[in-house]
């Protein structure tokens, strides 16, 4: 990056804040963006800003200034009170973009209180940002909690370079129009100098939405990874990025003693049968419902499964105060129990259902060893756990059965098993036949889809999106 130096912004700050026997102390946090974006950050003496998701009762200036010393980097504290968390994050972020951008309307509220917050909490994040912005810093802004910043940074008079990465989808006009606030929140957008999606279909969308709604904003460039817009004076960048994962390090952990026994204890348990493994975050864009309903289809179909396979699936509590999410906490377990009920024998339950996290050893431990990997998202902006999955199967004998609304299924679909999780009985099929794989084909296509993951891991991402928005912009 030359001189400069990078400073991100993202909703969470990358560290875990906890006490223990009264004394307060941080530590950093886990995930897909600290593992990218902290090596960079600390190797340059970077900045990272965000909310430490706990109140102002913590001596946090203390522990911000000691963690900069141990760790070599800064982090910029915005602090928040209830009824912002309540209308900024759980309200317009969660119960309004977070469904209208996963393509499902239904579960949409649109309330202008909540919309005020967001664009106040956003001035907010602006305003930690240009404190620790100096002129040699780029800004990189993430997900759908901070589409604003970028716009309240440029009224601040902030004129360094901005990029910005959307995780979740950008959905089409259609779908988009009926925000309320479609404009102002589209004319924000375009005061970033790139802004990054993670699919093709996300960008031709974002870039359809653009031009539609904002008169006068027009295509001028199209290259391979980015096309570049006109609004006004200036020349936008809009690219696709699809995320990914560290793939040496689930590589490496797969091959860890430790994983290597809990995997086989997960084994012997199961007295071979083959393991078909969800894990999901408790979310109705994940098909959940849709996933058990395909299984017991399976069960229908095929006999032969009975006794000889096992759904485990592992759902993690999220969201736990939103009625949404402890409905759908209450529709999965009466349909786990209806369909366990329905076809368990002595010796052989169906359905094995996990409702809390796995810790990283026995989390690898299951990607190694399950047979089939079932990853069936109604809507996904990417979806790791697919990737994940894939740099565990270090023995090439697992299965990827993606949804094609997942954002990875453009890197990984020419060799899972792709299916529309809205089509019970096509996914039911691909269950039989990810069942019924031999072993050289499981092999052949395991072997492909971890190439892909290697050759395009996150450090690549890291690498492609901040040689995008350092490009000279062409002339127009
Ligand atoms: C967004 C977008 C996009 C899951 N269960 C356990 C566990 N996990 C970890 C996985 C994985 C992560 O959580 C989930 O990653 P996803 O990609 O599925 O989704 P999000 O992070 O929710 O959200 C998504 C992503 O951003 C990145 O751009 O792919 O589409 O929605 O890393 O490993 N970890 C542990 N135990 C579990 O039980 N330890």
Redesign the pocket.
């Known amino acids: 990056m030359d001189d400069k130096r990078l400073l991100v912004v993202s909703n969470r700050l990358p560290i875990v804040v906890s006490e223990q026997e009264g004394n307060w102390q941080i530590t950093p946090g886990s995930?897909?963006?600290v593992t990218a974006l902290e090596p960079v950050i600390r190797g340059q003496g970077g900045t990272w800003v965000g909310w430490p998701g706990c109140d102002s009762s913590v001596p946090l200036d203390e522990l911000l200034d000691h963690f900069r010393q141990e760790q070599g980097y800064q982090l910029g504290a915005v602090p928040l009170g209830d009824d912002e968390v309540e209308r900024y994050y759980r309200g317009f972020s969660n119960e309004t973009l977070w469904p209208l951008f996963h393509d499902l309307l239904g579960h949409c509220h649109f309330s202008g209180t909540n919309w005020t917050t967001y664009q106040e909490v956003n001035r907010k994040f602006a305003a930690a940002t240009a404190d620790l912005a100096d002129e040699d810093h780029i800004v990189w802004i993430h997900d759908y909690q901070l589409a604003l910043v970028g716009h309240h940074l440029r009224e601040m008079g902030v004129e360094q370079t901005l990029g910005y990465f959307l995780?979740?989808p950008f959905p089409s006009l259609d779908l988009f129009r009926r925000l309320p606030w479609k404009e102002e929140l589209m004319r924000g957008l375009l005061d970033y100098d790139l802004l990054g999606f993670?699919t093709l279909r996300d960008r031709r969308n974002f870039v359809q939405c653009a031009t539609a709604l904002i008169p006068g904003v027009e295509t001028v460039r199209r290259h391979r990874h980015f096309s570049v817009l006109r609004h006004g004076e200036r020349l936008v960048r809009v690219g696709h990025f699809p995320?990914s994962?560290d793939f040496n390090e689930f590589d490496q952990g797969a091959r860890s003693h430790e994983v290597d026994e809990a995997a086989w204890y997960l084994h012997e348990n199961l007295q071979g049968r083959q393991l078909v493994l969800g894990?999901d975050?408790l979310d109705y864009t994940k098909g959940l419902p849709e996933r058990l309903y395909a299984f017991e289809r399976a069960l229908e179909m095929a006999p032969e499964l009975h006794g000889n396979i096992t759904l485990l699936q592992?759902v993690?509590p999220s969201r736990t105060l939103v009625p949404d999410y402890q409905n759908l906490k209450e529709l999965l377990d009466r349909e786990v129990g209806r369909i366990n009920a329905r076809f368990s024998q002595s010796g052989w339950v169906p359905i094995h259902y996990i409702y809390r996290?796995?810790?990283?050893t026995q989390?690898l431990a299951h990607y190694r060893t399950s047979e089939v990997a079932f990853i069936t998202p109604l809507r996904?902006?990417?979806?790791?756990?697919a990737k994940?999955y894939c740099a565990c199967s270090i023995d090439n004998n697992g299965v990827l059965l993606l949804s094609e609304f997942a954002?990875a299924a453009d890197q990984l679909g020419q060799h899972a098993l792709l299916v529309n999780p809205y089509d019970l009985d096509r996914t039911a099929g691909a269950i039989i036949e990810a069942f019924k794989m031999p072993t050289d084909e499981r092999r052949f296509r395991m072997s492909r889809l971890r190439n892909e993951v290697k050759r395009n891991d996150v450090h690549r991402w890291v690498g492609r999106f901040l040689n995008v928005l350092q490009m000279p912009l062409p002339q127009g």
């Open positions: 995930g897909g963006l995780h979740i993670q995320i994962i894990i975050r592992v993690v996290s796995l810790d990283r989390l996904d902006g990417m979806n790791l756990v994940e954002g």
